[in-house]
């Protein structure tokens, strides 16, 4: 689990995401997130839609002979 700092921007709090995790999920600065928040517990979830595509892996490729 990595941990990130809580930075101050204007009048908000904001938490960085880091950038391999950011270009692994194909996620841009602009682009929005999904936030859910667990009062309770204190967890806060962000749901990225970035552009990932999972490669297919050589045995779901038949080979034509």
Known sequence: MA????IKTGHS???????EFAKSLGIKAGQEVEVKIEPETGRVIYTFSG???????????KKVK
């Open 3 to 6: 941990k990130q700092k809580i």
């Open 13 to 19: 709090l904001a938490v960085t995401v880091p950038f």
């Open 51 to 61: 552009n990932k595509q999972l490669s297919l892996s050589g045995n779901f490729i």
